[in-house]
């Protein structure tokens, strides 16, 4: 959803500053898979799930079956072993202490379930915890602090921005350019895909929330929050060099063999003034953070046949104790996850090889 280079010096090229355009693009057209978002309800554009969805989809094709965003990803399973630290900020029972089993995915952006895994610098882990109560709590994460913009607004115009050209299969860099210039809180975001590189493992990244939301404690008190996954493993485990299409699965599969892979739930609580409403604005380093618990990661399967095939990660999901806060982005995820959702859905019980494509008429298919 890449890796853009500094703008260039007064004696660089015109070549030299489109290549740059180009790279810039290629990390965005990345993050256009980091999330999917939009309200039906928005006004007075009127943007609705359908409309970006349609447009992530002219952006990087349909593939029947699949995710329109994160098209690519493998199914974990695991447990997330809460240490009570948290419990006194939320009354959630994932915090009480214990165990709490889950089913998760990683993947990395965009649409194209047949990308390389070295395309994009961006990873993403989504997460849903099924809470002894029956409650759920579920989470989409990206490896990237911050997020290019505020608003869904924003973001389908990014998308827009993105579109590939007909005539050369990738974005216009004058669009992005005139984007990028009438969007200054995107300069967080490109200064940090200035440096980004594609890592190779799942394992090794940290993952962060990016949105705010709500801790609730047993006697109402509310605390602001956002959290973050950050890895006991480093790229001295025997990475695997990112030259196969491939990789990332295979480096996962090759870790797990030796063990389970463990993350830390890290929650920054804001203070007064943080700003939640925004996803591209960091909170001061100094606030404070809470290890909630540990992440564990113990198997891995084919997203195809695997028990995250048919979850939508959808972020306001959430059980007692974790409430959304006023971040636009979050009521706009929710509503395209959903749009995805049924469209993949809807397409898979009409694939070759599926139960319910064998059982319907050729011609009705």
């Not at 660089?12 to 993050?31: H, K, N």
């Not at 072993?81 to 990395?108: E, M, N």
Request: proline letters at 10%; charged letters at 15%.
């Amino acid at each position: 959803m890449h890796d853009p280079t500094p703008a260039a010096s007064p004696r660089s090229t015109p070549t030299r500053r489109i290549g740059s355009w180009a790279l810039i693009a290629a990390v965005l057209a990345a993050t256009a898979g980091a999330f999917g978002y939009v309200g039906g309800w928005l006004a007075p554009q009127r943007l609705t799930p359908a409309k970006l969805v349609n447009q992530l989809q002219h952006n990087a094709g349909t593939f029947a079956g699949y995710r329109r965003n994160h098209a690519k990803g493998v199914c974990v399973t695991g447990y997330f072993d809460s240490h009570g630290q948290a419990q006194a900020y939320s009354r959630a029972q994932v915090f009480a202490p214990g165990r709490t089993p889950l089913v998760g995915r990683f993947a990395i952006p965009g649409g194209n379930p047949y990308a390389p895994d070295s395309s994009v610098p961006i990873r993403s882990m989504a997460l849903r915890f099924a809470l002894a109560n029956g409650q759920q709590w579920r989470t989409g994460m990206n490896s990237m602090p911050v997020f290019p913009v505020a608003t869904p607004q924003a973001f389908y115009a990014l998308l827009q921005a993105q579109q590939p050209d007909p005539a050369t299969g990738k974005p216009d860099p004058a669009k992005l350019k005139a984007f990028f210039a009438a969007h200054p809180e995107t300069a967080a975001f490109r200064a940090w895909a200035k440096t980004a590189r594609p890592s190779a493992s799942f394992a090794t990244d940290s993952y962060y929330g990016l949105d705010a939301f709500v801790f609730v404690d047993a006697g109402g008190q509310r605390q602001p929050v956002r959290w973050r996954m950050v890895p006991e493993a480093t790229d001295a485990a025997g990475a695997v060099a990112p030259a196969a299409s491939d990789y990332l699965d295979a480096d996962l599969g090759r870790r797990l063999a030796q063990g389970p892979l463990r993350w830390h739930l890290l929650v920054t609580l804001a203070a007064a003034g943080d700003p939640t409403s925004d996803a591209t604005k960091t909170w001061p380093t100094d606030r404070p953070t809470v290890d909630a618990g540990t992440l564990v990661i113990e198997h891995t399967e084919p997203q195809q046949s695997g028990p995250c095939r048919d979850i939508n990660y959808d972020p306001l999901v959430l059980p007692a104790g974790i409430e959304a806060s006023d971040d636009p982005l979050l009521p706009a995820r929710s509503a395209a996850y959903a749009d995805s959702y049924l469209r993949r859905t809807s397409e898979e019980a009409h694939l070759p090889g599926t139960a319910a494509a064998r059982s319907t008429p050729e011609s009705h298919r």
